[in-house]
């Protein structure tokens, strides 16, 4: 698969700040670093950089800067990436107009070129995404596991690392700050009230979770629980084939019992 324009991110020389210390942010950091961005790490608590980060982020040339975000602190940027559970709403009035904003996950989707499979859903993400990969090394496969749980994306495109595909457990936080992200095959399986400390309402943490569906490419594959049909029938993308999944009992996976697990098997194994 060649990168096409619009995926393509080209950093070299552009300002960036990272918001956010923690693995992904530290991540996000040095993977721009090392492809020639300008690079400045935020976070508002003082203790969450420590002396081995500190030194690793001297020699990638990365400015840190702890405290509360200031204005300042933004001035000049081209390139806002935000770590998962930062709400966008509350920050954004700091970011210059013409800053691009995105997460670590789509910085480091940007900035390689191995086909993905994308799962989301209030529940049961975990699960299906190790069912995916075993899935998929069990057809011969070369897997990437990662996302929202495990190693930062952005740490195997740094390391030059190889895979035939991305499995990624993706979560609201990151899809909200993804306006690009778009996975050869997206798998959604549930959607439950969750995070409405975060999300405005139930219409915004939907339309967060459908933002990767929305984005699809013509023969993207789209797989999607049945129960949500109703739900979702305006939102489909014409662009993509749908697969619709219940619990069926076809599948047999003692270690793994309940409906919701049947759900998760059927889900897995239409992506």
């Avoid at 480091?108 to 995404?129: E, F, I, Q, S």
């Avoid at 990969?133 to 690392?161: C, Q």
């Avoid at 991305?166 to 700050?177: A, I």
Wanted: proline share 5%; glycine share 10%.
């Amino acid at each position: 698969m060649n990168r096409s324009e619009s995926r393509y991110l080209d950093v070299h020389g552009k300002r960036a700040v990272v918001m956010g210390g923690g693995g992904s942010g530290r991540a996000a950091a040095l993977l721009l670093a090392s492809r020639g961005a300008c690079v400045r790490l935020l976070d508002r608590n003082r203790d969450a950089v420590d002396r081995s980060w500190a030194e690793l982020a001297g020699r990638a040339g990365v400015d840190i800067r702890l405290g509360e975000h200031r204005g300042d602190d933004f001035q000049g940027c081209d390139l806002v990436v935000m770590s998962p559970g930062i709400p966008v709403r509350k920050v954004a009035h700091l970011f210059p107009a013409k800053a691009m904003v995105l997460s670590e996950l789509e910085l480091a989707w940007r900035l390689c070129d191995v086909p993905a499979l994308a799962v989301t859903g209030t529940n049961g993400k975990t699960t299906t995404v190790t069912l995916c990969k075993a899935i998929l090394e069990a057809a011969g496969k070369e897997v990437f596991l990662g996302g929202n749980i495990g190693t930062p994306l952005s740490d195997f495109v740094r390391n030059g690392e190889r895979a035939d595909v991305l499995v990624l457990e993706v979560s609201s936080f990151q899809l909200q700050t993804s306006p690009a992200f778009a996975p050869e095959a997206a798998v959604l399986l549930n959607l439950t009230p969750d995070h409405l400390d975060y999300h405005a309402d139930m219409d915004e943490y939907l339309d967060a979770k459908w933002s990767m569906f929305r984005h699809q490419q013509q023969g993207g594959l789209a797989v999607l629980p049945d129960h949500m049909r109703e739900q979702l029938a305006g939102r489909l993308n014409p662009a993509t084939d749908v697969e619709w999944y219940a619990p069926s009992g076809r599948i047999q996976a003692p270690r793994l019992p309940g409906a919701h697990n049947q759900a998760n098997l059927e889900a897995a194994a239409g992506g």
